[in-house]
């Protein structure tokens, strides 16, 4: 008896492992958020990037390391001292006794443009050894506006399955019922630190609640912020424009296409009816050697839907600045009026 409970427990040990626990929360330590941040902000408006270092546990990817990457160059050289780079570094974490178990990167972006294909095949690359992994995205543009710009993405298990199959056509979208927001997921993050450090941040605390940061959210002038996303909105706007253009082309080419099949098979059956009157074999109504009947590879979605997913996140970013600074004139109306 005690052999068979044993046996059952081990198999509901091995199912369980087999059934992979979603992504519920990025644990950060605050100083690899600290890290980030000064890697992002000094070499702003540079993008670089670095490698993320933690634990995969259960629902909780713990963060509680990083080191930066070296600037990217185009020299296949420089890439490998690169890699190399990347490799030492673990290994002298190893020897130290610190977490060196790759969970994704960080990279830095200039207001939100971050959603791209190249961002989707580093996702790709880190997949094929890593289970879960995160790519987290800091804007240094918006720490002046008081916004700490974080998040921490990963794509879906739907849309790696098709990218996978490299097939964005419409019909094969719309059987996985996927549309533009359902490339990235963002998962929370929540900031974590030991309680020594929490002590010390208690007694560095300034007696006065109000900071100079607080005060940098009073600023009234939004121009610049503004008049950027409105710039790189226009740039998407006219890429859409671009990639529909491509669509309505392949649509014109199909109606052409099916227009000239049209055309072939009324020839092919009055050359068959006259045959069958001669008393001959009719030819097939279908020749697959004939260009017309080719099917024409209908253009891949991908680039629409990032573009799109690219649109959203500038509309949000504008309404959240043109939102603050209606709240701080009303602000300073009520403040002139007193």
């Not at 178990?101 to 580093?122: H, K």
């Not at 503004?226 to 080419?253: A, G, P, T, V, W």
């Not at 680039?303 to 300073?332: D, H, K, P, W």
């Amino acid at each position: 008896m005690a052999t068979t409970t044993t046996t059952r427990s081990f198999l509901q040990a091995v199912a369980t492992e087999e059934v992979a626990t979603p992504l519920r929360v990025v644990q950060m330590e605050g100083l690899v958020i600290l890290k980030i941040i000064k890697h992002c902000k000094d070499h702003s408006p540079s993008l670089v990037t670095g490698q993320l270092l933690g634990l995969d546990v259960g629902s909780v990817l713990e963060v509680t390391n990083c080191f930066p990457f070296p600037m990217r160059e185009d020299d296949e050289e420089i890439e490998a001292d690169g890699a190399n780079y990347q490799l030492e570094m673990m290994r002298c974490l190893r020897e130290v006794n610190v977490d060196n178990n790759t969970v994704g990167w960080y990279q830095s972006t200039l207001l939100g443009s971050y959603q791209t294909v190249e961002l989707i095949e580093t996702f790709m690359n880190y997949q094929e050894n890593i289970r879960r992994c995160v790519c987290i995205i800091y804007d240094p543009s918006r720490a002046d506006q008081g916004v700490l710009a974080l998040k921490a993405l990963k794509l879906s298990d739907s849309f790696m399955e098709l990218y996978r199959s490299n097939n964005f056509t419409g019909e094969k979208l719309r059987e996985k019922n996927l549309s533009w927001v359902d490339i990235f997921e963002e998962i929370p993050i929540k900031v974590s630190n030991s309680a020594l450090i929490s002590a010390f941040m208690t007694e560095l605390e300034p007696d006065t609640p109000v900071t100079q940061c607080d005060y940098d959210r009073l600023q009234l002038s939004t121009s610049s912020l503004m008049e950027r996303n409105m710039e790189f909105l226009i740039e998407c706007m006219d890429d859409l424009s671009l990639e529909q253009q491509k669509f309505q082309f392949h649509y014109r080419s199909l109606s052409r296409q099916q227009a000239q099949q049209q055309a072939w098979l009324q020839k092919r059956r009055a050359e068959n009816m006259s045959r069958r009157a001669a008393g001959e074999e009719p030819l097939p109504e279908e020749d697959p050697a004939n260009p017309i009947f080719k099917p024409l590879p209908e253009p891949s979605r991908l680039e629409s839907f990032l573009i799109t997913n690219q649109i959203s996140n500038y509309c949000n970013q504008i309404n959240g600045v043109a939102g603050q600074s209606f709240n701080r004139l009303y602000l300073m109306k009520a403040l002139h009026e007193e």
